[in-house]
Nanobody, 122 residues
Framework: QVQLVESGGGLVQAGDSLRLSCSAS?????MGWFRQAPGKEREFVAA????????WYADSVKGRFTISGDNAKNTVYLQMHSLKPEDTAIYYC??????????????????WGQGTQVTVSS
């Protein structure tokens, strides 16, 4: 069992930056960030696979968000720049302890954090 704890959310203005952190209680194979806005389905944001540090991004955040981390510290970060009001959502950290069929699919992740709210005002 892996527990995930997110931090770093908050209220910012459009164009600002914010960094989210997620600490895992054990070793993971891959970690990702998802988000869910009110009235919308949870969507993929970014993911990283520790074995080769490959990263994946949703088209909507590519070039603005960067996922990184330290597998030895069981921690992943999501650095967000040029935030937009449409980035407003609850952001969830997710993790796996083995390879998955689709790193972009929420169904692929076994472990989830409690979520942290990111609000971007215009």
């Amino acid at each position: 069992q892996v527990q995930l704890v997110e931090s770093g959310g908050g209220l910012v203005q459009a164009g600002d930056s914010l960094r989210l952190s997620c600490s895992a209680s054990g070793l993971t194979f891959s970690m990702g960030w998802f988000r869910q806005a009110p009235g919308k389905e949870r969507e993929f944001v970014a993911a990283i696979k520790w074995s080769d540090t490959n990263t994946w991004y949703a088209d909507s955040v590519k070039g603005r968000f960067t996922i990184s981390g330290d597998n030895a510290k069981n921690t992943v970060y999501l650095q967000m720049h040029s935030l937009k009001p449409e980035d407003t959502a609850i952001y969830y950290c997710a993790a796996n302890t083995k390879a998955v069929w689709s790193i972009r699919a929420s169904a692929s992740y076994r472990y989830w954090g409690q979520g942290t709210q990111v609000t971007v005002s215009s």
